[in-house]
T-cell receptor, first 115, second 114 residues
Framework: AQSVTQLDSQVPVFEEAPVELRCNYS??????LFWYVQYPNQGLQLLLK??????LVKSINGFEAEFNKSQTSFHLRKPSVHISDTAEYFC?????????????FGSGTQLTVLP | KAGVTQTPRYLIKTRGQQVTLSCSPI?????VSWYQQTPGQGLQFLFE???????NKGNFPGRFSGRQFSNSRSEMNVSTLELGDSALYLC?????????????FGPGTRLLVL
């Protein structure tokens, strides 16, 4: 079984400031890792993912996340946030082995960007 | 390509009733998964269907069921609704083979049980 911990339920930050949203996971098997973003009254949008290869992955809108296997972490960072980044962010994992698709999510981090 | 679509978007029911939610996956995607999102429990996996067969199931009571049709469209049904079933129900689809691990979500159906 897997579990995902997002330690910060709310992160307020001023516009143009850097931000880090933390994600740690626990799993007895290798996992793929994902960050999803949810805007109010919408579904989940895939932000970025780590499958293999370079441990630093980037999204098209300036977010990046680094997979750290020894610390079982996948923290999300952005050097300069915008008002439009205000949303809830979810970290998720799914096992590498097996064909069944099941995401295990963290409890989410509400990012609020202040003017 | 069109994304995952879910109907209806909003639904109000009363306790004891049953409800059916529909999900159309991205064209070419054959795996469909369902999740329940509530403020208290967060995002929880309900079940996954592939080729009209339930391939994986989460820890939900038997009142929650689903099915998948030959065109990969999926429905989920909740019988004997309880107040605690009020939630956002999200459907996700994924490919088999390359990129099979990545799930793409629909906008969700918001169910309110009174």
């Amino acid at each position: 079984a897997q579990s995902v911990t997002q330690l910060d339920s709310q992160v307020p930050v001023f516009e143009e400031a850097p931000v880090e949203l933390r994600c740690n996971y626990s799993s007895s098997v290798s996992v793929y890792l994902f960050w999803y973003v949810q805007y109010p009254n919408q579904g989940l949008q895939l932000l970025l993912k780590y499958l293999s290869g370079s441990t630093l992955v980037k999204s098209i809108n300036g977010f990046e996340a680094e997979f750290n296997k020894s610390q079982t972490s996948f923290h999300l960072r952005k050097p300069s946030v915008h008002i439009s980044d205000t949303a809830e962010y979810f970290c998720a994992v799914t096992p590498v082995v097996g064909r069944a698709r099941q995401l295990t999510f963290g409890s989410g981090t509400q990012l609020t960007v202040l003017p | 390509k069109a994304g995952v679509t879910q109907t209806p978007r909003y639904l109000i029911k009363t306790r004891g009733q049953q409800v059916t939610l529909s999900c159309s996956p991205i064209s070419g995607h054959r795996s469909v998964s369902w999740y329940q999102q509530t403020p208290g429990q967060g995002l929880q996996f309900l079940f996954e269907y592939f080729s009209e067969t339930q391939r994986n199931k989460g820890n939900f009571p038997g009142r929650f069921s689903g099915r998948q049709f030959s065109n990969s469209r999926s429905e989920m049904n909740v019988s004997t609704l309880e107040l605690g079933d009020s939630a956002l129900y999200l459907c996700a689809s994924s490919l088999e083979g390359r990129e099979q691990e990545t799930q793409y979500f629909g906008p969700g159906t918001r169910l309110l049980v009174l």
